[in-house]
């Protein structure tokens, strides 16, 4: 068992896509997701491949300072969050919770 943080620095998608490339599949028990709002699917779904049965993603934003609550708010980041809470609630290879700590931090744990 190795414990390392793994920094990246560059474009978010291209680095995760690394870090599946030279790691594999199933080889992280946490991840955790704080980038560009329009790219947390890409982030979220190369983050399962990278975890092992039990692991945990945790995304940040995911109330987006309650606009994601406001159907009138078509933001490009705020319907890619709103669309990624309706994305993770469905999802049935993870179990979920959302906490309202600060601007909410989604956990899921892949099954």
């Not at 896509?17 to 991840?31: A, N, R, T, Y």
């Not at 933001?75 to 669309?83: G, I, N, Y």
């Not at 179990?95 to 601007?103: P, V």
């Amino acid at each position: 068992m190795s414990l390392a943080v793994i920094p990246r620095i560059g474009n978010g998608q291209e680095e995760i896509d690394k870090v599946l490339e030279e790691e594999g599949p199933d080889s992280f028990d946490f991840v955790f997701i704080d980038a560009e709002k329009f790219g947390y699917d890409g982030f979220y779904e190369t983050s399962l491949k990278l975890l092992r049965v039990g692991g945990v993603v945790v995304l940040d934003n995911m109330l987006w300072a309650g606009r994601v609550a406001d159907p009138e708010n078509t933001e490009r980041a705020t319907v890619a969050v709103r669309d990624m809470n309706k994305k993770i609630f469905n999802d049935k290879r993870v179990s979920s919770t959302l906490l309202q700590i600060g601007d909410g931090v989604m956990l899921c744990r892949k099954l």
